[in-house]
């Protein structure tokens, strides 16, 4: 039986691609719903995948379904709609999407490990960010309809695939896909979610609980635990102090939370960081339950 061709429905109800092993005919090992191996066997419909396009439609079609948790939502004809404007490209990490005042000309929505980050540059020349955007969500012309210059600066913070789609065309796509319109819509709907929520955090949670908090964040979105960030990376992301930085990563360590390598930090007690890091995330992640539900990753 080729796994190519199949979707599932797993525990939670929505359709997946296969993207693990194929173990019998009743489970299957795969990481979208976030079940463990021997917890999901919710394999409640197999169907085949929407039809192959012309352009190396098995890497794209399996990129889409698999790692783009936001495309995941749309039925099988909007995604064909939406698949058709699809490029995909690659960033390593640090490369710039957006620079301020700049136009934006392309949407871009992080597939799998990948993740991007807006940051808001400040009189003093620091950079502090303001949003980070992994698989769950996309960068540009989200609430803006059409192109229009950039307030923020992107950058690729864990470098990988993306798809991008210039504007123009996705202004197109919305106007004939009610459905595609509504996903940007509700979409938008949750960033803004994150912003109010950003904002607070940075106005009353300490840093411990922020660097905890984003640490997570991020190995939500990785999938792994295994951060390439340096702890001047770390502050100057936080727009705190190096000296900061560093006396939480080192309280981390003490408790065996964490282990620090050259340009590197491991989370080695997800449980124990999660216990140290404000409800932030948590809020965010219940509005996007209610919202776009099963879209934010988890662990
Ligand atoms: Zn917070």
Redesign the pocket.
Known sequence: MSTDLLQLQCVKGRLHALNGVFLNENRYDHRCCGQPQNACRGTTALTPRFAPNARNPTLLERSMLDQSELLNVLSQNDRQVLFDQLTEVHFTTGDLLYEPDQNVDFCYFPLGASIASYFVLTDDGSIVETLMVGREGALGGIVSAGIAPSFARANVMNGGAFYRIPLDRLERVKRSSPAVDALFTRYADCMMAQVF??I???A??TIE??AA?WLIAATERIGRNDIAMTQEQLAAMMGIGRSYASRVVQRFKLDDIVRTRRGGIEVTDAHALSRR?????A?VKRHFERVLEGVYPAV
């Open positions: 929520q950003s607070a955090c940075n009353i949670h609980q922020r908090k890091a404000c409800t932030c995330n809020r």
